[in-house]
């Protein structure tokens, strides 16, 4: 399925709106991106001056969703930490899909030496518990959005090179594409022309994953205290502060809130990339 | 066959240099930080002190030769000294791998106890209760990150019911006891297991949905086994394959979960190892750790491969 092609697209959208879950997840999903977007500026909220009046408070007229032990507004800061893991998620998406997609062509295109040297380099990654790795790698670089990306991205690109060999591999035996081979057609416009637009529909069913599975990251290796650092608001690091077995218990405020807005853009995003799967390809349903 | 599992060893060995190595450069990258540090503080240093400092730190030497001594020193259980403790980083890591690989374990059986059954149950009759059971649980497990999951299984069953400890291993002032042991374990192993219920669910129906329609279970069903005997002996023993490569592929991520669990539950496992040395900055052991874990992942994966051998007869019959 293209989606290049208006018709295919058009087709492709009547089939995901049949899932209706997965509708409903995009709709809160993009009504909180718009919130995320929005909101801060509107409300003129600001994520980073204390209260001293009112510090780890519950909820009030003043702090809606009340404020952290420092007398923080965890409303602005669930919002602006918002900002942080949509960033991270898409951006260590986008970091894993542009190492991992070429190697995926190449290898799936190429075979031979080359394909099996790539192969066994994935699976070395995937051998790797990477969580571990992303650890250490994030301690030595010292912690910022900047290295939480590249961590994740570096660690993330199997799937997608996987992914990508396995479809291009199969498109690389189809006829049309020996008959561009056999009328020397170069192999760079084979894969862009002939070998992509059948290839590439497993990556869109994979990014929606991707990003959560980037999104999740991002928040455990905050709630370690090794990813996003405070005074910069991550939902990872809003939750931290229920690692106190007192807020646990008796200030749920203080992690209940972030830890469902992350559970609800998750679940929504995975919903959002069932339902592309589906509409992709009813047989895979399930 | 040999041949087979000689180059996965073979691999599994040049795994072993590229993650050492890879790690022994973080750990350099670290230790040339922390000579800049001392630099910048005392500019005026002179030439011999700097080559003095160079040699003590071992920095003197070219990488090839620094990497190896540090190898066959780690090999050899010298792992370096906790710069926060002041004890051998080996003594540390030994008293830590016993809990986490109690944890991991125990929670790899029992993810595989729920979802090899349920899983083939929901390909034997899809999108009947038991196919809409397994798919909810995948959901769950897919999109529930691991910390959320303990925080409010915390809240829940330790604070609010109080049916389990909220943290440690064995309750504080008391006997070790097994039954204590369990008690502590409910809670962790329920989680970390149901993180891989997803994936292996999945695959297990996956995998037998297509073996049911092979010749061979219309060939059992015809000369009329039972349908017990067709699923287990015929359907899953072929199936069983594609399950083990996800057993084993999940390892990693099974490892990795139980660092977050760990540091949750507070349970003294290499993961919170890991963690308190990363906020300490206590780097030999932060290395050391790692390299014990990822070693033991290596390990567990040759012994899958060996697995292979033992369930798949067209594999061992070859040779």
Not at chain 2, 116 to 129: C, D
């Given at each position: 399925?293209?989606?290049?092609?208006?018709?295919?697209?058009?087709?492709?959208?009547?089939?995901?709106?049949?899932?209706?879950?997965?509708?409903?997840?995009?709709?809160?999903?993009?009504?909180?991106?718009?919130?995320?977007?929005?909101?801060?500026?509107?409300?003129?909220?600001?994520?980073?001056?204390?209260?001293?009046?009112?510090m780890a408070k519950g909820p009030?007229?003043?702090?809606?969703l009340g404020t952290d032990e420092i007398g923080r507004?965890l409303?602005?800061?669930?919002?602006?930490?918002?900002?942080?893991?949509?960033?991270?998620?898409?951006?260590?998406?986008?970091?894993?899909?542009?190492?991992?997609?070429?190697?995926?062509?190449?290898?799936?295109?190429?075979?031979?030496?080359?394909?099996?040297?790539?192969?066994?380099?994935?699976?070395?990654?995937?051998?790797?518990?990477?969580?571990?790795?992303?650890?250490?790698?994030?301690?030595?670089?010292?912690?910022?959005?900047?290295?939480?990306?590249?961590?994740?991205?570096?660690?993330?690109?199997?799937?997608?090179?996987?992914?990508?060999?396995?479809?291009?591999?199969?498109?690389?035996?189809?006829?049309?594409?020996?008959?561009?081979?056999?009328?020397?057609?170069?192999?760079?416009?084979?894969?862009?022309?002939?070998?992509?637009?059948?290839?590439?529909?497993?990556?869109?069913?994979?990014?929606?994953?991707?990003?959560?599975?980037?999104?999740?990251?991002?928040s455990s290796?905050s709630f370690l205290g090794a990813?996003?650092?405070a005074?910069?608001?991550?939902w990872g690091n809003i939750i931290y502060a229920a690692q106190k077995l007192d807020v646990l218990t008796s200030k749920p405020w203080m992690w209940v809130p972030a830890a469902l807005?992350l559970?609800?853009?998750?679940?929504?995003?995975?919903?959002?990339?069932?339902?592309?799967?589906?509409?992709?390809?009813?047989?895979?349903?399930? | 066959?040999?041949?087979?599992?000689?180059?996965?060893?073979?691999?599994?060995?040049?795994?072993?240099?590229?993650?050492?190595?890879?790690?022994?450069?973080?750990?350099?990258?670290?230790?040339?930080?922390?000579?800049?540090?001392?630099?910048?503080?005392?500019?005026?240093?002179?030439?011999?002190?700097?080559?003095?400092?160079?040699?003590?730190?071992?920095?003197?030497?070219?990488?090839?030769?620094?990497?190896?001594?540090?190898?066959?020193?780690?090999?050899?259980?010298?792992?370096?000294?906790?710069?926060?403790?002041?004890?051998?980083?080996?003594?540390?890591?030994?008293?830590?791998?016993?809990p986490?690989?109690?944890l991991?374990?125990?929670?790899?059986?029992?993810?595989?106890?729920?979802?090899?059954?349920?899983?083939?149950?929901?390909?034997?009759?899809?999108?009947?209760?038991?196919?809409?059971?397994?798919?909810?649980?995948?959901?769950?497990?897919?999109?529930?990150p691991g910390f959320i999951l303990c925080l409010f299984a915390i809240y829940i069953f330790a604070v609010r019911l109080g049916w389990f400890p909220t943290q440690g291993m064995y309750s504080a002032n008391q006997?070790?006891?097994?039954?204590d042991l369990?008690h502590h374990l409910v809670l962790p192993v329920l989680i970390a297991?149901?993180?891989?219920?997803?994936?292996?669910?999945?695959?297990?129906?996956?995998?037998?949905?297509?073996?049911?329609?092979?010749?061979?279970?219309?060939?059992?069903?015809?000369?009329?086994?039972?349908?017990?005997?067709?699923?287990?002996?015929?359907?899953?023993?072929?199936?069983?394959?594609?399950?083990?490569?996800?057993?084993?592929?999940?390892?990693?991520?099974?490892?990795?979960?139980s660092v977050v669990i760990e540091q949750i539950f507070s349970w003294p496992g290499?993961g919170s190892l890991?963690i308190s040395?990363i906020n300490?900055?206590?780097?030999?052991?932060?290395?050391?750790?790692?390299?014990?874990?990822?070693?033991?992942?290596?390990?567990?994966?040759?012994?899958?491969?060996?697995?292979?051998?033992?369930?798949?007869?067209?594999?061992?019959?070859?040779?």
């Open positions: 399925m293209e989606v290049k092609n208006k018709n295919g697209f058009l087709a492709f959208l009547k089939k995901f709106v049949h899932h209706k879950a997965a509708l409903a997840a995009l709709i809160i999903f993009l009504l909180e991106v718009l919130c995320i977007l929005i909101l801060p500026a509107v409300l003129d909220l600001d994520p980073n001056t204390s209260d001293y009046l009112a009030s007229a003043a702090h809606i507004d409303f602005a800061r669930i919002l602006y930490g918002g900002r942080v893991s949509m960033f991270v998620g898409v951006c260590a998406t986008l970091m894993s899909v542009s190492i991992g997609v070429p190697l995926g062509v190449i290898a799936g295109y190429y075979q031979g030496k080359v394909g099996a040297i790539i192969m066994r380099i994935c699976e070395m990654f995937m051998a790797f518990p990477s969580m571990i790795l992303t650890l250490v790698l994030i301690t030595v670089l010292e912690p910022s959005a900047g290295t939480v990306i590249f961590a994740i991205g570096i660690m993330g690109w199997t799937r997608h090179c996987k992914l990508l060999y396995g479809s291009v591999m199969a498109a690389r035996s189809k006829e049309y594409v020996e008959a561009a081979i056999a009328i020397g057609t170069s192999s760079p416009k084979i894969i862009a022309k002939y070998i992509l637009p059948n290839a590439i529909s497993p990556l869109w069913v994979s990014l929606a994953f991707s990003i959560s599975n980037a999104i999740i990251s991002e290796l990813g996003i650092k005074p910069q608001a991550s807005v559970l609800v853009t998750v679940v929504s995003i995975n919903l959002v990339g069932e339902g592309i799967r589906d509409a992709f390809d009813p047989k895979m349903r399930r | 066959m040999v041949k087979k599992m000689i180059g996965k060893l073979l691999f599994a060995v040049v795994i072993l240099f590229a993650l050492t190595f890879f790690v022994f450069s973080l750990s350099n990258m670290v230790k040339g930080n922390a000579l800049d540090v001392i630099l910048s503080d005392e500019i005026s240093m002179s030439q011999e002190t700097y080559d003095a400092l160079l040699h003590e730190m071992g920095l003197d030497q070219p990488i090839p030769v620094r990497y190896w001594n540090w190898l066959t020193a780690f090999v050899h259980g010298d792992m370096g000294m906790s710069s926060k403790y002041n004890v051998p980083v080996a003594d540390m890591i030994r008293q830590r791998i016993g986490t690989l109690l991991t374990f125990t929670a790899m059986i029992l993810a595989v106890c729920i979802s090899v059954p349920l899983g083939v149950m929901s390909a034997y009759k899809p999108y009947s209760i038991w196919d809409n059971l397994s798919s909810a649980l995948a959901f769950v497990s897919s999109s529930m006997a070790h006891t097994l039954g369990i297991g149901l993180q891989l219920v997803g994936s292996l669910l999945k695959q297990t129906r996956s995998a037998v949905l297509e073996v049911m329609n092979e010749d061979y279970i219309k060939t059992a069903r015809s000369k009329g086994l039972a349908e017990r005997a067709v699923l287990v002996g015929h359907a899953l023993r072929n199936a069983l394959i594609p399950i083990v490569t996800t057993i084993s592929l999940s390892v990693p991520f099974l490892v990795g979960g290499m890991i040395s300490d900055r206590d780097y030999n052991v932060i290395m050391a750790a790692a390299v014990v874990i990822c070693v033991v992942v290596l390990l567990t994966n040759i012994a899958m491969d060996f697995i292979y051998l033992l369930i798949d007869p067209r594999l061992s019959k070859e040779n």
